[in-house]
């Protein structure tokens, strides 16, 4: 591991891809943000701010929050774990300098201190055991767990049937920076492998998926990251009325691509109802895409909510016309939740 930007690969992309399926292997990261808040207010003031329930969160536990804009858009999606002293916020490159900002500007008279980590310790992803040089700064090693393999307490799951996530056990450990050296011998994946990974389980990502328009819904982000049972924060009564009364928008899809044209549609790729012999209206963009080990070339795309979960799908990759199938994650149906009163919720209210 280095200051140079994480590698893509190191020459064997889908042995990579497997060998960080079986959690053989690691990914550097390093180029992500760390930000940490320390005082003993820290997780009822992130409680307050932030779509998940912080405000009993165990050392050593982890979880994901939203921070939403007063009408419910995403604007920084941040891993949460506590170690007992101080709150870590894991983010995506180039968002933590701004979450930080705003928190600074929120804390009024609360006992909480913001800090920015990132020149300091280095996040490193495994679906395996983290290791050993993973940083305890407080005794508590700094290793966030996943939440996106089921359905948290006060989540909602849109996705119907059986999910691919159920086997996903990724994580992030932070390293300090002077100790990645250590890391030098152990076997590594490039950052495409993670992004294949990722991809197939559904998985949604700041650094990719979002826009200036993304509200939770739109990528079933509630079965991880909202507790819809929780206090106010900013942003709630949007997630309330979209989630009870109304439907998201857009939804998120995997397509799987024709690979015939051996071609990988870019981030913003237009999507198009029909095949590439007949491509009709724009009904949506590509936010990411890959070849998977298994499944081959896919992506994942946000597509308008009444584009028909039947219907072919063309991509445009840089002027080539890929042909696509759309599995469906969100269900046009999503939301309406109170007039479907035999709709399961999972997770209790909290007392």
Same mark, same amino acid.
């Given at each position: 591991?280095?200051?140079?930007?994480?590698?893509?690969?190191?020459?064997?992309?889908?042995?990579?891809?497997?060998?960080?399926?079986?959690?053989?292997?690691?990914?550097?990261?390093?180029?992500?943000?760390?930000?940490?808040?320390?005082?003993?207010?820290?997780?009822?003031?992130?409680?307050?701010?932030?779509?998940?329930?912080?405000?009993?969160?165990?050392?050593?536990?982890?979880?994901?929050?939203?921070?939403?804009?007063?009408?419910?858009?995403?604007?920084? %999606?941040?891993?949460?774990? +506590?170690?007992?002293?101080?709150?870590?916020? !894991?983010?995506? $490159?180039? &968002?933590? #300098?701004?979450? =930080?900002?705003?928190?600074?500007?929120?804390?009024?008279?609360?006992?909480?201190?913001?800090?920015?980590?990132?020149?300091?310790?280095?996040?490193?992803?495994?679906?395996?055991?983290?290791?050993?040089?993973?940083?305890?700064?407080?005794?508590?090693?700094?290793?966030?767990?996943?939440?996106?393999?089921?359905?948290?307490?006060?989540?909602?799951?849109?996705?119907?049937?059986?999910?691919?996530?159920?086997?996903?056990?990724?994580?992030? %450990?932070?390293?300090?920076? +002077?100790?990645?050296?250590?890391?030098?011998? !152990?076997?590594? $994946?490039? &950052?495409? #492998?993670?992004? =294949?990974?990722?991809?197939?389980?559904?998985?949604?990502?700041?650094?990719?998926?979002?826009?200036?328009?993304?509200?939770?819904?739109?990528?079933?982000?509630?079965?991880?990251?909202?507790?819809?049972?929780?206090?106010?924060?900013?942003?709630?009564?949007?997630?309330?009325?979209?989630?009870?009364?109304?439907?998201?928008?857009?939804?998120?899809?995997?397509?799987?691509?024709?690979?015939?044209?051996?071609?990988?549609?870019?981030?913003? %790729?237009?999507?198009?109802?029909?095949?590439?012999?007949?491509?009709?209206?724009?009904?949506?963009?590509? &936010?990411?895409?890959?070849?998977?080990?298994?499944?081959?070339?896919?992506?994942?795309?946000?597509?308008?909510?009444?584009?028909?979960?039947?219907?072919?799908?063309?991509?445009?990759?840089?002027?080539?016309?890929?042909?696509?199938?759309?599995?469906?994650?969100?269900?046009?149906?999503?939301?309406?939740?109170?007039?479907?009163?035999?709709?399961?919720?999972?997770?209790?209210?909290?007392?």
């Amino acid at each position: 591991m280095s200051s140079k930007p994480p590698a893509e690969h190191y020459g064997d992309p889908f042995g990579e891809q497997r060998a960080l399926a079986a959690g053989r292997a690691i990914v550097d990261l390093s180029d992500r943000d760390v930000v940490t808040v320390t005082g003993p207010d820290r997780l009822s003031w992130l409680d307050s701010l932030t779509s998940q329930a912080l405000a009993q969160l165990a050392p050593g536990a982890s979880a994901e929050t939203l921070l939403l804009d007063p009408s419910g858009r995403i604007e920084y %999606a941040a891993r949460v774990l +506590d170690d007992g002293e101080t709150t870590w916020l !894991l983010m995506d $490159a180039d &968002t933590g #300098a701004g979450f =930080a900002a705003f928190l600074e500007r929120m804390r009024f008279m609360l006992r909480v201190e913001v800090a920015d980590r990132s020149a300091e310790y280095a996040t490193i992803g495994t679906l395996g055991e983290a290791p050993a040089a993973t940083a305890a700064p407080n005794g508590v090693p700094l290793v966030w767990v996943d939440p996106w393999s089921a359905v948290q307490a006060g989540g909602y799951q849109y996705a119907a049937g059986e999910h691919p996530a159920a086997g996903w056990s990724y994580r992030e %450990a932070l390293v300090a920076r +002077d100790r990645l050296g250590e890391l030098a011998g !152990l076997p590594a $994946a490039g &950052t495409l #492998a993670l992004e =294949a990974l990722r991809i197939a389980a559904w998985r949604p990502r700041a650094g990719t998926e979002l826009d200036e328009r993304a509200i939770p819904h739109e990528f079933d982000w509630l079965r991880s990251a909202v507790h819809l049972a929780k206090g106010c924060y900013r942003g709630q009564e949007t997630v309330a009325k979209v989630h009870n009364l109304g439907h998201p928008p857009r939804r998120l899809v995997l397509l799987h691509l024709d690979g015939s044209d051996n071609v990988l549609p870019a981030p913003g %790729a237009e999507v198009r109802l029909g095949r590439p012999d007949a491509a009709g209206d724009v009904v949506g963009r590509v &936010t990411a895409s890959a070849i998977h080990h298994e499944l081959g070339p896919v992506a994942l795309a946000l597509v308008k909510r009444s584009a028909d979960p039947a219907s072919e799908l063309t991509v445009d990759a840089d002027g080539v016309l890929v042909p696509a199938a759309q599995e469906v994650i969100v269900p046009p149906g999503a939301g309406s939740v109170a007039e479907v009163p035999r709709l399961p919720r999972l997770g209790a209210v909290r007392r």
